[in-house]
């Protein structure tokens, strides 16, 4: 995975908890250095392996992409997300 240091041997974990039994039903492991882009794919794994159409989803600010907020929404899923904060203008 490419860092602020080069090139180094890592990974990133995406998880899906069950609220109610508080388990994890799905997981991804890449070696994209963020998690952009990837709510829409672990809302439909998570869906699939829960059994279910709609449900509610929470997720951090890396996750924070219109066009997967979008798909998220278009598919049944609810989602909320954190912003990514905003840096104010220089002049």
Not at 28 to 53: C, F, H, I, Q, S
Not at 79 to 86: F, G, I, L, Q, Y
Request: with cysteine; charged share 25%.
């Amino acid at each position: 995975m490419k860092t602020k240091d080069g090139v180094e041997v890592c990974y990133n974990v995406q998880t899906a908890v069950d609220s109610k039994h508080k388990l994890i039903a799905e997981f991804e492991v890449t070696n994209r250095v963020n998690d952009y882009n990837r709510l829409r794919p672990m809302a439909a794994k998570a869906a699939d392996a829960l059994g279910t159409a709609g449900f509610a989803a929470v997720a951090d600010a890396g996750y924070d992409s219109a066009r997967d907020g979008f798909e998220v929404h278009v598919a049944g899923t609810d989602s909320t997300r954190a912003s990514r904060p905003t840096r104010p203008a220089t002049i």
